[in-house]
């Protein structure tokens, strides 16, 4: 069977991350366009990634993809503009990046809801059976979100002014 399609929604207050849903799916590229755009009318995402090495989309093109192509004409149809940016693995391994999950979970940073059970249990599954799962889908877009996450925080805290008083 092929590989999940997975969006991941994290729920930011200050330093504390709470995975809030995450919908794993075998869904065809335009079912998954329409989850998005419904999604981001709910929660009005600051950033979603998009992983660029599924569209078959190489980073030095300056072309839009296929998938690219039909969410901005579903974007414009639905008037909703969906921040995205494409996410290209060039570095550390899927392992890799699944793993720098746990220390964000060890120190607390990095929360589940009470009723994962219920809300995204194959995301729980895949990460406790991590690296012996048969999927890995889910661990691996909630890998992405955190990157995206430490990205968006360190851009947003280098941007802010300091004001110093001025010696009188």
Not at 13 to 24: A, E, G, N, S, Y
Not at 90 to 102: H, L, N, V, Y
């Amino acid at each position: 069977m092929a590989d999940f399609s997975a969006i991941v929604t994290v729920l930011v207050q200050d330093d504390r991350w709470t995975v809030f849903r995450c919908d794993l799916s075998h869904a065809t590229q335009s079912k998954l366009i329409e989850k998005l755009i419904e999604l981001h009318r709910f929660f009005a995402y600051k950033v979603v990634g998009i992983e660029a090495n599924t569209l078959g989309k190489a980073k030095a093109d300056p072309e839009l993809s296929n998938f690219e192509l039909v969410l901005r004409e579903r974007q414009r149809a639905a008037g909703v503009t969906v921040p995205y940016k494409l996410v290209w693995h060039t570095g550390p391994s899927k392992a890799a990046r699944i793993q720098s999950i746990e220390p964000h979970y060890s120190n607390g940073q990095l929360q589940f809801l009470d009723s994962w059970n219920r809300e995204y249990p194959e995301l729980i599954e895949q990460l406790i059976h991590f690296p012996l799962a048969a999927y890995d889908d889910g661990p691996d877009a909630l890998a992405g979100a955190i990157e995206l996450i430490t990205e968006y925080r360190a851009r947003e805290t280098a941007t802010k002014k300091v004001i110093y008083p001025l010696a009188r």
